[in-house]
């Protein structure tokens, strides 16, 4: 199974975030299996350096909006998406991804990554979707989240 944590937005980029995409979630973390998280930001958080990270399953404050979601899938699969994921920390965090929302810019290039690009392109290159019908150029936290309600049911 491959489970992700929606938080809502903490900051004035959040706010941003969810204004622009008009909806309530502002960043997603893949939950890896020993609870920690792995996810792209664009701040040190807690020691650990902007980018690509995996960081404590405590980094968010206790009052954060939180929405866990649990997608069913093959041992091959999860492993897959896992490991791709994986095998993105160290890259940068994408910061024209938010630029990109207006401006345009190819989600899918691996050299840096935003939150919800991350966790899409896991998902994409480990076959759990085929192909996502998002613009090239934006895969925001809530349009993800659309992407996982098609697979299975999500109480908000």
Not at 13 to 24: A, F, N, P, Q, R
Not at 85 to 94: F, T
Not at 149 to 154: F, G, K, P, T
Request: hydrophobic share 45%; net charge negative; proline share 6%.
């Amino acid at each position: 199974m491959i489970t992700l944590q929606f938080v809502g937005p903490q900051d004035w980029g959040g706010e941003l975030i969810t204004w622009y995409d008009h909806g309530k979630f502002a960043h997603v973390d893949a939950v890896l299996p020993d609870g920690n998280l792995l996810g792209a930001r664009s701040e040190i958080v807690m020691g650990v350096p902007a980018g690509v990270q995996i960081r404590p399953a405590c980094y968010l404050p206790e009052s954060t909006a939180k929405l866990l979601v649990t997608l069913p899938c093959s041992d091959r699969i999860s492993d897959a998406f896992y490991q791709f994921i994986s095998e993105q920390i160290g890259k940068p965090y994408d910061e024209k991804a938010i630029l990109g929302f207006v401006a345009g810019r190819n989600w899918m290039e691996e050299d840096s990554w935003f939150c919800s690009e991350l966790v899409a392109a896991g998902m994409v290159k480990a076959m759990y979707v085929n192909q996502l019908s998002a613009p090239a150029n934006k895969i925001a936290p809530d349009d993800l989240l659309l992407v996982c309600s098609a697979l299975v049911h999500i109480e908000v």
